[in-house]
Each structure stands twice: as C-alpha cells, then as structure tokens.
C-alpha cells in the first residue's frame, strides 16, 4: 500500500470549511483514497472514500488530482465535534486486496475552534 | 443494530495472566479485525478473519490468538499479558470498502 503524508495538526474556525490535505505520489493506478477520523478515546469512523473521481456524502466532499498524488479532504462547515484526528489511507479495494487491511500512519489532529 | 460491540471497555492484568477480550457484530459481516493503538499512534492490525472459521495474521500477531466460530463474534486471546500489550484494543467488522469500529477496550498490563 501507497504511503500518506498528512499535516501534523491543523486548526479551523467554527462553521467555516475545513480542507485536509494528504500527499500519496506514490498511488498505484488500483489504490483508492480512504478516509477516516478518530474521536479522542472512539473507535474509527469512515468518512468517505475515492479513486479518482471527486466524491462527496453527507460528510464531507473528497477532491482527489487529477495525477492522483495528492487529494483534500473538506469538511464544508466545521463543528466543535468535529475535532479528531483525520487519517488519509491509500490501499486496493477490499474486492481484490488484502481483506479488512487498512494501514493508519499518524494522520491529522483537526481542532475546530470557537 | 447494535454494530461493533466490545468488553470489557478497561481491564488491568498482572503481567503473566491471560484473558480474552470479546468482540460481537450484528451486521452479518463476514470480515472482521483487531487493531491495537498505542499512545500517539495509528492503528497497527493484529489478525483477521475473513469468515468463520478463517484466520490470519496482520503485522503485530505475537502474543495473540484468535479464532472465529460464528459470523458474530471473534474473541482475541493474550495467552500471557506482558507491558508491552498495554494499549487501546479495538475490533472491527467490514462492508463492502468500509469498516466499522467498535469503542475500543484500553488494557493496561503490570
């Protein structure tokens, strides 16, 4: 699987759009862009996730390049709960990959602020 | 649904006990992992199975069992708890590309 390059920490006003950035330049044609965010003490939740197309839920919006070595995650109008760490995964589809594998790195610490 | 369900939530064991952390889905979903969380870390994967029955191994399997009987439930095994296996414990259960969490089980080994 591709590795991710995530901000550290990142800091975001209530009620204006949060956009986290994630590098993959080493994306494999039939890996997809993951998602997911973790809430201090929560298991992990999936946000969204993509190939190469922009994709968008009632979450949040992911725009991925159009080289596919980078993509933004954007979380339209940031709420105090939605502070968490964000985690950009790269890996192939659960249909013809390793199943249930996905790798965390250390992701990025979003706090959404007053 | 209940969805991923996990127990204990906070357990202390003395290093050299064994114990069994339990994890249940309702969901039917045939795909099932554990994880381990330490401090300022991501996720590292344990074992998963891929149906009952199944197992494998993920990264960091030494010092775990598992096994999976039914489609619910798959139970994750520390033989003898060492303190290097204090960590965040969490299981997950997975759809189609998406995966579900369930709270987490924090262990701390003496």
């Known amino acids: 699987d591709a590795k991710t390059t995530q901000p550290t920490s990142m800091d975001c006003a209530e009620g204006r759009a949060a956009n986290l950035p994630c590098n993959h330049s080493t994306i494999s044609g039939n890996e997809y862009v993951y998602w997911y965010r973790q809430i201090h003490s929560q298991g992990p939740q999936y946000i969204i996730h993509?190939?190469?197309n922009n994709e968008t839920n009632e979450m949040a919006s992911l725009i991925i390049t159009e080289d596919r070595k980078s993509s933004t995650l954007i979380l339209p109008h940031a709420t105090l709960r939605d502070t968490a760490v964000y985690y950009c995964i790269v890996r192939i589809s659960f249909y013809t990959g390793t199943a249930s594998k996905l790798t965390f790195g250390t992701g990025t610490r979003l706090q959404v602020t007053l | 649904n209940a969805g991923v369900t996990q127990t204990p939530k906070f357990q202390v064991l003395k290093t050299g006990q064994s114990m069994t952390l339990q994890c249940a889905q309702d969901m039917n979903h045939e795909y099932m992992s554990w994880y381990r969380q330490d401090p300022g870390m991501g996720l590292r994967l344990i074992h998963y199975s891929v149906g009952a029955g199944i197992t494998d191994q993920g990264e960091v399997p030494n010092g775990y069992n598992v096994s999976r009987s039914t489609t619910e439930d798959f139970p994750l095994r520390l033989l003898s708890a060492a303190p290097s296996q204090t960590s965040v414990y969490f299981c997950?259960?997975?759809?189609?590309?998406?995966?579900?969490f369930g709270p987490g089980t924090r262990l701390t080994v003496l």
């Open positions: 997950a259960s997975s759809y189609h590309d998406t995966q579900y």
């Open positions: 993509g190939l190469k």
